[in-house]
């Protein structure tokens, strides 16, 4: 006997006749379709430009203070992607916050 089942307990509401209607979707939406939902227009990317151009800027100064410092171009680069992200995580909410309103309007 299988765990957790019962005699007949495995379907809820029996086996279904072969010719039994599919389903549809919501009304008007034909059958195995789903509902096209409209595409937003894409982020305004000269809005943007700028608070991208400040990250960058943050992570090239950091990149190549610890290349200065000694540290090898490999790890380098990666710690200054961290850092750089953390710094300007507030950055870049303004970023998306202003793409998005140039968006809208």
């Known amino acids: 006997m299988a765990r957790g089942r019962r005699d007949g307990a495995g379907t809820a509401g029996g086996p ?11 009304a008007g939406t034909p059958q195995g379709k789903p509902a096209k939902r409209p595409t937003p227009p894409p982020p305004d990317l000269k809005a943007a430009l700028p608070y991208f151009l400040a990250r ?3 992570f090239i100064v950091l990149t190549f203070t610890l290349l200065l410092v000694g540290l ?9 992607m961290v850092a750089a992200g953390v710094l300007t995580y507030p950055l870049a909410r303004m970023q998306r916050r202003a793409a998005e309103r140039n968006r809208s309007s």
Not at 16 to 26: F, H, M
Not at 72 to 80: K, R, T
């Open 16 to 26: 279904k006749a072969k010719g039994a209607p599919a389903q549809g979707g919501p």
């Open 56 to 58: 960058f800027a943050v």
């Open 72 to 80: 090898s171009w490999l790890p380098a680069v990666l710690a200054g």
